[in-house]
């Protein structure tokens, strides 16, 4: 069962996407899940393949290595709040606390998704009540970096609910080149089976000294939100859909 639902997700990628050249679209391609449970193994899975070093939420680790690396130049940044840069860079020195829920017409899409998906592959697993994650989170920055210099090649944000032990996503936090952009855009990179889900943002720094990341593209190509899928022979398709945005 598990498997079919899998698949039927997978042939709807390629059925309303596109095929992609790895070349040309390379700004949407990202880490990959399992096909059974994604959780922390796809981490240990990709350091062990890349040759990577492992290190978790070392002081003053961040989502980012430097602000900069999404585009914010020396006069945004004079701008930007101080504390914004700071989250950015040294997000391990921070504690969190959420409260949220599926609303109204979109609370039976939620349960549907956690008993499908979420609860199974501990991925993307959002609560479905405001209880859920009244008790706080369990977070962590993970660094996978090279062996020889120590540079960080993958920075992964693991967040799991205290109350219930789920990991509620494990995002892969990076940048990506698209060339319809100048700048290079955020990107937070979600395994799944045989491909992920990614989120494209690109920045924005607001009069009042906030930082605004949208993904509200229009259309392929634009921010917003991808499915991409493999069939780890070299082919890619990629699916955009428009419905799934913030900003």
Not at 16 to 45: C, M, N, Q, V, Y
Not at 183 to 202: D, E, Q, R
Request: aromatic share 10%; proline share 3%; with cysteine.
């Amino acid at each position: 069962m598990n498997k079919l639902q899998d698949q039927i997700t997978q042939k709807w990628v390629k059925a309303t996407g596109r095929r992609i050249d790895l070349e040309e679209h390379k700004w949407l391609i990202g880490p990959i899940g399992a096909t059974d449970i994604i959780k922390d193994k796809f981490i240990h899975d990709l350091a062990i393949k890349e040759n990577l070093e492992l290190s978790r939420n070392e002081k003053n680790a961040g989502l980012l290595e430097s602000i900069e690396d999404i585009g914010i130049t020396n006069e945004k940044k004079a701008k930007l709040t101080k504390s914004v840069a700071d989250f950015y860079e040294n997000t391990s020195n921070y504690d969190f606390e959420i409260w949220s829920e599926w609303k109204g017409f979109f609370k039976p899409f939620g349960g549907l998704l956690s008993i499908l998906f979420s609860k199974r592959l501990q991925q993307l697993n959002l609560p479905l009540s405001s209880l859920d994650s009244a008790k706080g989170l369990n977070s962590q920055i993970i660094k996978l970096k090279s062996k020889e210099d120590q540079k960080t090649k993958w920075t992964i944000w693991y967040r799991k609910l205290k109350s219930s032990g789920h990991v509620i996503y494990s995002g892969v936090y990076t940048t990506c080149e698209n060339p319809n952009y100048k700048n290079p855009l955020l990107k937070v990179v979600f395994p799944l089976p045989n491909g992920n889900a990614s989120v494209v943002m690109k920045e924005e720094v607001l009069e009042d000294g906030s930082l605004l990341l949208s993904s509200d593209g229009k259309k392929f190509g634009d921010n917003g939100f991808y499915f991409t899928l493999t069939d780890h022979k070299g082919q890619y398709w990629a699916k955009f859909v428009k419905a799934m945005h913030n900003g």
